[in-house]
């Protein structure tokens, strides 16, 4: 089935710190990256889309000066938290799809459980 | 934008049945489920596309009626390792858009 890597896993870090967590198809091609970012015992709340080769449509309310996203390539995609503070502190996770999302299945990362002290 | 799922939360014992209903207020081209586990990835059970499509997979199915915006999730004889979070995801007839409902979680007890 579609693999899909994300790293790193877990990130502990001073506030003020900017952190990169990367997101890999190992098998197909990501036409569309999707971010997302999950609080405890709540559900999957939409960053932003990504497609390959073009500027990320961000959703409201994010920064997207705060929360850098680049889609380079058909196998990854990038999302920079910039200067994180605790407030960022959360569990942040990608989807990838191919072909077009609405009948495609998104397949999911790992996530990375970002703490910022 | 988000859809609404209920229940929030159901408890069964093994082999009893669960239905999860999922409503959208905009219109929809499809509709996919998905159960995450605490601390894991979501993975993927199935999509459903408009046209009012119903689909099985092994004893959980799933209806789709476009008309209504609503979708729901059925388990039957439902097994220990069913327990997670359900979330369907809403894709809109526009295609730029998708949102993961408000979950329902899912305990099954022996």
């Known amino acids: 089935g579609a693999v899909v890597s994300q790293h790193p896993s877990w990130v502990i870090c001073k506030s003020g710190t900017s952190v990169k967590i990367e997101c890999r198809s190992l098998?197909?091609?990501?036409?569309?990256m999707f971010w997302y970012r999950q609080f405890p015992k709540q559900s999957l709340m939409l960053m932003a889309t990504?497609?390959?080769?073009?500027?990320?449509?961000?959703e409201q309310g994010v920064e997207k000066d705060k929360f850098l996203i680049n889609h380079a390539s058909l196998t990854l995609s990038t999302l920079t938290v910039t200067s994180a503070h605790p407030e960022d502190s959360s569990f942040y996770i990608c989807?990838?799809?191919?072909?077009?999302?609405?009948?495609?299945?998104?397949?999911f990362g790992d996530g990375t459980r970002l703490s910022i002290l | 934008q988000q859809p609404v799922q209920s229940p929030q939360a159901v408890i069964l014992r093994e082999g009893e049945d669960a239905v999860i209903n999922c409503s959208s207020s905009?219109?929809?081209?499809?509709v996919h489920w998905y159960r995450q586990k605490h601390g894991e990835a979501p993975v993927f059970l199935m999509i459903?596309?408009?046209?009012?499509e119903q689909k099985g997979h092994e004893k959980i199915s799933a209806s789709f009626n476009e008309k209504k915006q609503q979708s729901s999730l059925y388990l039957t004889a439902s097994q220990l390792s069913y327990s997670g979070t359900y979330f369907c995801?809403?894709?809109?007839?526009?295609?730029?858009?998708?949102?993961f409902g408000t979950g329902t979680s899912l305990t099954v007890i022996p």
């Open positions: 995801g809403t894709a809109s007839n526009t295609g730029n858009q998708f949102y």
């Open positions: 990504s497609n390959e080769g073009s500027k990320a449509t961000y």
């Open positions: 459903l596309l408009k046209g009012g």
């Open positions: 905009k219109a929809l081209y499809s």
């Open positions: 098998d197909f091609q990501a036409t569309t």
């Open positions: 989807s990838a799809t191919s072909r077009g999302y609405s009948n495609q299945p998104q397949h």
